[in-house]
């Protein structure tokens, strides 16, 4: 299909899709939207960048009523990261229509402000199910009027152990309603749970259509005890601008995050232990590049909107094929080339066997002694991160933030990278080179006619 005029729908959302810059329907919006406009159980596989989320965002909202003040829709994620992606993304889609709120209810922040934005209603919650099922119990969300529940990276909610949380939140839910179910895998498990929770469900399948990322893979065997050392020895060599290296347990990202710190790197651990302030400092770092190395368990980076990544390593080989190819499948978006590094012990060879046998083809090794040959050339972020302690809630927004720097602090606009507002702080990535004029000036000056705390993050 090639235009979204073909669809059947309304002339205000065609055109708000083009101030978009949408242009003609992915795959899996060409086959999910025509059976979720006409109130279908819709079961897809789908990966990440397939345009899923405007596959059910658009009929999301092309069937809302805004005029009824009650949820009509209910979007299930399984991070915080995931949650905030989508209703941003929802946000966007709903301009087609007036006055649609859309509201994000995750767990990791006080659930106090999230009891008072419910009670002037909403059309649309989109949330992690641990917080959802929260609000539910309190009988501060109602779901008696909802029409659409949708289930998103349905299998790594299951994964992340939500199986009985989400199975709550299903039966709270009116039997007489529309569920899709949008997962990248397909297990047992998520078949179970729509044959359970949906009728007759349209199933749609769409990863052969989506077009091979150009992924260069190499993969390195070490000696126990090394990986340290041949991570930094690759950040030496290839200076990346930004690197996610995946790890199998919390311990160890800590560990790997500070052995790379000790030789000068910038590196952040993100793993389920850390509090949601602290995930929220690491993934804003990361993303506007003033910290070059996230060292991450799979669980803590699934969901994360982070578009420019040349170089994916896996500290040890993934658990299984399955979680390697998601893992790999980081880099290289966008029509960038990526390169992909595995590194991996004697003991740990049969992980990369069964890869081989299961591709069909042999992996290419790359040359230890060479790679460990190299200097520790420690990679220096371009950019640093000032945290201001006001957010949306105090009315800040980014431009306030960014006339405070340039107005008053004379420092040149140029200079100012990214703006992350969240609810009672804020950040912002300034050029290395003037970080300690920009604070200093902050710290002297007012935003919003207010003085504000201000700190490196």
């Known amino acids: 299909m090639s ?68 949820v009509q829709g209910l979007v299930l994620c399984p991070t915080r990261e995931l949650a905030d992606q989508v209703a941003k993304a929802l946000r966007e889609l709903a301009r087609a229509k007036t006055n649609v709120k859309v509201l ?65 939140i299903i039966s709270q839910a009116p039997s007489q309603r529309q569920t899709l179910m949008f997962s990248a895998t397909w297990p047992d498990a998520i078949r179970t749970l729509s044959e359970r929770y949906q009728s007759n469900p349209i199933d749609i399948r769409v990863e052969g259509h989506i077009e091979k990322p150009d992924i260069r893979e190499i993969f390195y065997e070490i000696a126990s005890g090394r990986q340290a050392d041949a991570l930094a020895a690759l950040l030496s060599d290839l200076q990346p601008t930004s690197c996610i290296a995946f790890c199998t347990t919390k311990q160890q990202c800590d560990e790997l995050a500070a052995a790379l710190g000790d030789r000068g790197f910038s590196a952040l651990p993100l793993h389920g232990d850390l509090e949601q302030r602290d995930r929220d400092s690491v993934l804003v770092r990361f993303g506007n590049q003033s910290c070059s190395v996230l060292v991450a368990t799979d669980v803590a980076a699934r969901g994360l909107d982070i578009k420019a990544l040349p170089l994916v390593v896996n500290v040890e080989p993934a658990r299984d094929p399955e979680v390697h ?20 012990t004697p003991s740990q060879g049969h992980k990369i066997s069964r890869l081989e046998s299961l591709r069909d083809e042999e992996v290419r090794w790359g040359d230890t002694e060479k790679l460990l040959a190299n200097p520790d050339r420690p990679l220096v972020p371009t950019m640093r991160t000032l945290c201001i302690s006001g957010g949306r809630k105090d009315k800040v927004r980014p431009g306030d933030v960014l006339g405070a720097l340039t107005g008053e602090a004379g420092i040149p606009g140029k200079a100012v990278g990214k703006i992350d507002l969240f609810d009672f702080q804020c950040f912002v990535a300034v050029d290395r080179s003037v970080a300690g004029e920009a604070l200093k000036r902050l710290e002297n000056g007012r935003i919003k006619g207010r003085k504000m705390r201000v700190r490196y993050a």
């Open 3 to 70: 235009s979204f005029n073909q669809l059947g729908l309304s002339q205000a959302m065609v055109s708000n899709l083009a101030q978009l810059g949408f242009q003609q329907p992915t795959p899996i919006q060409a086959r999910a939207l025509p059976a979720a406009i006409a109130g279908k159980d819709v079961i897809a596989m789908a990966q990440t960048g397939s345009g899923k989320t405007a596959a059910f965002g658009i009929g999301l909202i092309e069937k809302l009523r805004p005029r009824q003040f009650s």
């Open 325 to 344: 190819t998601h893992r790999v499948g980081r880099t290289g978006r966008a029509g960038e080339a990526g390169l992909a590094v595995t590194l991996s």
């Open 104 to 168: 994000t209810l995750c767990g990791g922040v006080a659930i106090g402000p999230q009891i008072g934005s419910l009670s002037h209603g909403a059309h649309i919650v989109v949330g992690t199910p641990g917080r959802i099922q929260d609000h539910l119990r309190k009988g501060t969300l109602i779901l008696d009027k909802l029409q659409t529940l949708v289930l998103d990276e349905a299998d790594r909610m299951l994964d992340m152990g939500f199986q009985d949380t989400v199975e709550d």
